[in-house]
T-cell receptor
Framework: DAMVIQNPRYQVTQFGKPVTLSCSQT?????MYWYQQKSSQAPKLLFH???????NEADTPDNFQSRRPNTSFCFLDIRSPGLGDAAMYLC????????????FGDGTRLSIL | SQQGEEDPQALSIQEGENATMNCSYK?????LQWYRQNSGRGLVHLIL?????REKHSGRLRVTLDTSKKSSSLLITASRAADTASYFC???????????FGSGTKLNVKP
């Protein structure tokens, strides 16, 4: 089945130690998104790719970066994670055209020690 | 912020009852979507309503949109225990490829 896959499901890292979360899709969608979701809160958009065009939200912390080497893969790099970065990170995709639903992976839950 | 507000924040009902949750947003939109999120999982798309539509149905789901009031409602009829989840609305803020989520309603359906 076509889907969005996030690895790993659970990630533990140490305070200040860089970590990379990955997302892959078999839907061949042009748009990929990264969201941060803290407990009992709404998903918060961090950035999105429109093909290779990168769009950063104004309030996304500077230590969050992303790479999209090809259509299928997208990575979220957190350069120096702080305790406040502990959250669920969700990847989603959608088609290029407007008014299309987003397809989400099951997320990576990041814990910071 | 474009992010919407949903109410109630939490809703607890008995199986078989109807559940209604509301979403309000701040700026003009092209479309509004509703998503469900089971605990510890990703979001699942439920239904999309365009700004020129007033009502839409999908199975046991009924969505209304009032652009003059900048609000939408999601009605789940004849609820089941499996409907227990958090429900979020998302709006696109005139940018087709960018979505903002509301604060969510946590629905608990008791068997």
């Amino acid at each position: 089945d076509a889907m969005v896959i996030q690895n790993p499901r659970y990630q533990v890292t140490q305070f200040g130690k860089p970590v990379t979360l990955s997302c892959s899709q078999t839907l061949n969608h042009n748009v990929m998104y990264w969201y941060q979701q803290k407990s009992s809160q709404a998903p918060k958009l961090l950035f999105h790719y429109y093909d290779k065009d990168f769009n950063n939200e104004a309030d996304t912390p500077d230590n969050f970066q992303s790479r999209r080497p090809n259509t299928s893969f997208c990575f979220l790099d957190i350069r120096s994670p702080g305790l406040g970065d502990a959250a669920m990170y969700l990847c989603a995709t959608s088609r290029r055209q407007g008014g299309q639903p987003q397809h989400f992976g099951d997320g990576t839950r990041l814990s910071i020690l | 912020s474009q992010q919407g507000e949903e109410d109630p924040q939490a809703l607890s009902i008995q199986e078989g009852e109807n559940a209604t949750m509301n979403c309000s947003y701040k700026t003009s939109i092209n479309n509004l979507q509703w998503y469900r999120q089971n605990s510890g999982r990703g979001l699942v798309h439920l239904i999309l309503i365009r700004s020129n539509e007033r009502e839409k149905h999908s199975g046991r789901l009924r969505v209304t949109l009032d652009t003059s009031k900048k609000s939408s409602s999601l009605l789940i009829t004849a609820s089941r225990a499996a409907d227990t989840a958090s429900y979020f609305c998302a709006t696109d803020a005139y940018n087709f490829n960018k979505f903002y989520f509301g604060s969510g309603t946590k629905l608990n359906v008791k068997p």
